[in-house]
Each structure stands twice: as C-alpha cells, then as structure tokens.
C-alpha cells in the first residue's frame, strides 16, 4: 500500500472545510456519518465563526489545525474553493476532495478555474478527488467521509467489493441495491470530474488492497485510458476481476465524422474494443453489475468459450424465460452431451431438449444436485445454471441446498465448471445465502443472460502492442489519390491514375471507374462525384466534364484536385477496413460489411489498433456479411487470408499520431488466393 491509498483510505485526522453546525444542512452530513458510522480517529471541522462544530472543535482556517492532516473534504461554494486548496497545499496535506460542482462542465471561466485547481496541487504534491465528487467510504475501515444520503442508513454491510463512480448519486444507489442480497462493499469512491485522480488511478490503488476481491466500475466517459490499462494489468496478475458498467457517448459523435469509420466506430463502440483488450468484463445492466462479481471471483478468463450452457429448472416457465434471454445474448443453452446424458440416466432423470426440466421429478435437493453434477460433465458448455422456482422465495434452505451440495462436490472433484442460479420470484433470503456462499444468483433472465455473457466474453489483457512508425508523406489536405499512396506504403496497392482534367484520358485498359478528386469530399456518390463502368477514352472525356460540372454546382465549397481512374474489378465480396484515433481510447481497427449500406447496417466490429493475425481473423469471424465468404453451404471461398494481412496492414496506422481516420470502403475481396483490391480510399489528418 503506498501513502497515497493510506491518505485517502485510510485518514486518521481529517479536516472538514466548510463544516455547518446546523445538522439538517448537505455540509454537515460527511462529519455526522462519519462518527455515526464508527470512525474513531480526529475530525478537524473548519468554520470562520464557530469554536465547536456538532461537538467538535472547530478553527478558523486549515492552517490553524494543530499538526499534519491526512485528508481534506471540501464543502465549501465554487467561488470559495481556489482559496481554500492553497491553503491546503500550503499545509502539506496529501488528498483532499472537493464537493462543489461549477467547474470544467460548467464551460470555460469553470474549465479555467479547475485549470488553476490541479496547477497548485501538482506543484504542491497534493492530489485531489473531484471536483463535484460526493467522497469516498472505507466500509471495512469504518470511514464514511461522504455527503450521500445512503449513508443515513443505521448499519453499512461491509465486503470485499470495491466500487468506483465517476457518478456520486450512483454510489448510494448501487451500495443499496447489494444489501438486501447480502452483497457488501469494502470501499466505495465518488471520483466527479476527474480534474486530477481518475476512477482508473483509483481503482488502480485498491488492486493491492487485501480487503478488496473485486473491482467495480460506473464510468460516464474514460478518461486517462493508460490509467484503466494498468489497473487492468495488474488487476489480473492479482486475480481480482474488474467489472465495468459504462452509459453515455462522448461529444465527438458520428455527427463529426467525416468517413464511415468515424460514424460507425462510434465512441461507445470503441470501448467496448477497449474493455475486451484490457481484460474488463462490460455488463448491460445494473443488475449484472452486482451480480457478476460472485461469478467471476475466484476465477480466470476461459482460454476458449463455448458460448453455451447448460440449464436445468424447477419451473417450466421460468426455464423458459432464462433459455431465451441467453439466446438473445448469443448464449446457447445446450442439451446434454453423451457424458452428461451418461450420468443423468444413471440418475435415473430424464432429460430431451435444451432444458432440464425437473418440476415433475421432484426437486429435492439430492436429486437438483445429482442434476447439477451431470451437466457439469458436459464438455460442450462454460456453466450450468440452476432456475429455481416458488421454493426460493418460501423455503430458502431447501431451495439451495441442492445447488451447495453440487458445487462441494464439484470441488471435491476439481471441477472448474462454475454454477450459478436465476431465482423466478422476489426470494432475498434465498439470494443472500448465495452470496453468503459465493454462488452468483440473479433477479432477472436479463440480467442472467448478460452476466453469462460477460463471462464467456472475459478474456486476459492483451499483450501490449505497438505500431512501427510508417515513412510515408502526407499532404495537410489529402485527397483519395493520397490517401491510396499512404495505404500503398502499408502493403495495400491497387492500380490507379490521376488525370488533371477532363481531356487528359491517358488510360490504356478499359471499362474502368471515374471519381472526382477533392480533399473535401469523403462521400462522392452524393454530389455525383463517381461514375462506373466507362468503356473507352470518349466517354471518359464526356463523363470527366460532366462530372466537374455537377460537382461544382453541387459542393461549390470543395475544392477540386482532378480525376481518379481505376479499372474495374469484381471480386466475391465488399468489406469496410478503417481506422480511427478515438478521443477516449486511442486508435482503433474496423472490420466490416462494406459498400455503400455500410452504416445502414451496422456489421462491425473493432479492436484496439495495432491488432496481429490472429485478432485479425477472429475479426473476421465477427463479422456476419462475411461469413459467407469462408465457404458457408458451399459458395466459393474469399481471400480471407489477404483480408486479415490488410487488416493487419491498417491497424498499423497506431503508429502514425499525425492521422485521424483512414478507410477503405469498400476493399473488394477476390476468390481465394486473388487478394484484395482497394475500390475506395480516405484519410483525414489529426488537429494541430
């Protein structure tokens, strides 16, 4: 642990600054629950009038506090902070917090003044929470240094779950969804507008913690990825999961974009490629948030994912229920193998179909268990689940019984295969004695469906990867003619010509495709900028006039750089290639159906750029537009092979800080061992 985790988790004098007498005010709250909830160690209240602060002694300023502080709480107006956090620095105090908002997201002169904030921390050492943040609580501490109303509550359950939120009303609400069902927490952080520490850098502080198994996240935006990389990092060496549940989109919306990429690879979906790259578990809902720790707990990411399970219920309609949720989420639920089926008839249960349907059977506790232990010799799955039904809401013990006595016998055996539980009715003693046992169980199908799905999707952090730098020039406003140069120089050539103007058809080999060349015009069937198909030098000429004329009544603003000829050229398939430099995450690859109906519909995937063959081709697979081109009921086969190696090619722009998107759409994919063409290109320089 280093002094930056005791500071902020582990204070034993801590200064109030802007501390009310008056009980029923917002800044009297983090001293009331601080001593209501057990903190046992020095609260400074500061206030420029009062001697005593609720029975505490009071003082004027920070700087009369007798001693070293280790932590300081905010709770003054914006107006009055600047003042206050020099004189903390000032005093040498390590962390501190600040609880008022009107700062970066309140537009420039609160964007400036958050600006001089971190200024005079940094130069003074001192880090600081927020603003706009609602504290922190180390429950297993007993420090609840926070304004949030949850803490009204008369008893915190304690845990060995960290949560992180860059919301603070969220805090509270999350800390009181886990305690009917028996979930605690062991440290729970407001991090606000993240001007200094992100919730990356905290979590990060908690992954050595030995109270902490888990690390949640409630994230808004990512800020600082480099911080979330090495949490996640070091997270997994440690073997404590991180869970992510991320809402919102950043401003830089495909609305931006100047390419398909751009409007496809949309900030959302870029860290999802973020999360999956890190080894962070993503969940949907915020049910899954707290449900998913129990089943990843004490475990590691699967080598290789069937994307099945097996299912067995004490409640036909709620089998049901759970069977089609996880369709939804692209889990299958699977009927039994020939060794589970072995071992079920041995039993002496009958089984047929996806579900293991036991209402009839009986389900006392020795025969749910026998059922569970033969499903989990099936070789085919990644997990049983067990659907129970009106008994765990009026018999709780029965109702999981059968469930504990699977899984004490699995780990007898040494089986890895997990066992989780979807209760059907309102059952929280049912659902307490399962987290008592760490055995996940959920409320919904939903949220069963999307914990299950994120477990078979969890994989260990990626191995760093960088991107040689690519020697190539690029003008400051590229056309498709520069774009195809620099996309050349990554292994990617398709033959071309550039005419400068209508009368120059200097092309040998016919039909081919005219396009106009324009820095300015991403999208050139739009203003009638592309024409295909054009037989001999004449129509070339006529078809170039006539294209300069439309253009140029159509897009007067674009400036117009000549002409692109290329011949034509079929191939077996059309994919979109492209990458983009995210403001979240940093640079990212696209794969995925191509040609004009692109963003229509949406078939893509993305990885964190610069990706190596084999995550190339498991883009590939992603893909649904093609997957018919690996030949699927006996269509002949696509280049795949060229297809991961520009792939490939691409992602290696990383390398290059200077471009902001490029794209191929489409990249025309040849019968197998015909390679790929380049039918379209672009690129767009990044912002000085």
Same mark, same amino acid.
């Given at each position: ?109 609160? /964007? ?138 950043? +401003? ?10 751009? /409007? ?160 059907? +009715? ?13 055995? @996940? ?18 994989? @260990? ?73 054009? /037989? ?99 269509? +002949? ?52």
């Amino acid at each position: 642990m280093n002094a930056l985790h005791a500071a902020l988790f582990e204070p034993r004098r801590i200064a109030l600054i802007g501390a009310s007498a008056d009980p029923t005010r917002l800044t009297a709250r983090a001293q009331l629950y601080l001593r209501k909830h057990g903190f046992d160690g020095e609260i400074f209240p500061v206030h420029p009038r009062e001697s005593q602060v609720l029975g505490e002694r009071a003082y004027p300023t920070v700087t009369d506090i007798p001693g070293p502080v280790d932590f300081a709480y905010i709770l003054l107006n914006t107006p009055h902070v600047e003042g206050v956090v020099n004189a903390i620095a000032a005093k040498g105090i390590p962390a501190a917090c600040v609880l008022a908002d009107g700062f970066a997201e309140a537009g420039p002169e609160g /964007a400036a003044l958050q600006a001089r904030l971190l200024a005079t921390a940094r130069a003074a050492d001192l880090r600081l929470l927020g603003p706009n943040s609602m504290g922190l609580i180390n429950l297993n501490a007993r420090i609840a240094c926070s304004v949030n109303a949850a803490l009204e509550a008369d008893s915190l359950p304690a845990g060995r779950i960290a949560l992180v939120s860059q919301s603070g009303s969220m805090m509270g609400a999350i800390m009181s969804r886990g305690a009917p069902r028996g979930i605690g927490f062991s440290h729970i952080v407001g991090t606000g507008n993240e001007a200094d520490l992100t919730a990356g850098e905290v979590a990060g502080l908690l992954v050595d913690d030995p109270q902490v198994d888990a690390i949640l996240l409630f994230l808004e935006a990512i800020r600082a990825p480099e911080h979330y990389a090495d949490l996640a990092r070091r997270a997994h060496a440690a073997g404590k999961p991180v869970i992510v549940y991320k809402l919102g989109r950043s +401003p830089y919306g495909a609305e931006l974009a100047t390419s398909h990429t751009g /409007a496809l690879a949309g900030s959302d979906a870029a860290a999802e490629a973020f999360f999956r790259a890190h080894g962070i578990a993503r969940v949907a809902t915020l049910e899954a948030l707290l449900e998913l720790p129990a089943l990843l707990i004490g475990r590691r990411p699967m080598a290789r994912a069937h994307r099945a399970v097996a299912v067995t219920t004490t409640t036909g309609g709620g089998g049901a229920m759970a069977v089609d949720c996880l369709g939804v989420a692209g889990i299958e639920a699977r009927a039994p193998d020939p060794a589970a089926a072995a071992l079920l008839d041995a039993a002496g249960i009958h089984h047929h179909g996806r579900l293991l349907d036991l209402t009839l059977a009986g389900a006392k506790p020795d025969r749910v268990a026998a059922a569970i232990g033969a499903l989990q010799a099936a070789t085919d799955t990644d997990l049983v689940l067990s659907v129970i039904g009106s008994s765990a809401q009026f018999k709780p013990q029965d109702a999981v019984a059968g469930i504990l006595r699977a899984r004490d016998a699995a780990r007898a055996s040494g089986a890895e295969k997990p066992i989780a539980a979807f209760l059907v +009715p309102q059952a929280d003693a049912s659902l307490a004695l399962l987290a008592a046992e760490g055995i @996940a169980a959920f409320r919904t199908p939903e949220s069963a469906a999307d914990c299950i799905r994120a477990w078979c999707d969890w994989t @260990a952090p990626r191995a760093d990867a960088t991107a040689p730098a690519i020697a190539h020039d690029l003008p400051a406003k590229p056309d498709e003619a520069d774009a195809r140069r620099l996309f050349a120089a990554l292994g990617l050539a398709s033959p071309f010509a550039v005419l400068a103007g209508p009368q120059d058809a200097a092309v040998t080999a016919y039909p081919v495709a005219l396009k106009i060349l324009s820095p300015d015009l991403a999208h050139k069937t739009e203003v009638g900028g592309v024409k295909l198909g054009i /037989a001999d030098a004449d129509a070339l000429r006529q078809e170039a006039a006539a294209m300069q004329y439309r253009v140029a009544r159509m897009a007067p603003e674009a400036s117009l750089t000549g002409f692109l000829v290329q011949p034509m050229v079929k191939g077996l398939g059309e994919a979109i290639l492209g990458f983009r430099r995210d403001p979240e995450v940093g640079p990212v690859v696209m794969l995925g159906t191509g040609g004009v109906t692109a963003e229509l519909f949406r078939d893509v995937t993305l990885r964190l750029a610069p990706v190596d063959l084999s995550e190339a081709e498991a883009m590939i697979a992603e893909v649904k537009g093609l997957r018919p081109l690996a030949g699927w009921r006996g269509l +002949p086969r696509g280049d795949l092979v060229a297809l991961a190696q520009a792939v490939v090619a691409v992602s290696r722009l990383a390398g290059r800080a200077d471009i902001a998107e490029a794209e191929i759409n489409p990249l025309i994919i040849g019968p197998e061992g015909a390679g790929v063409t380049v039918a379209d290109a672009w690129v767009v320089r990044s912002s000085p």
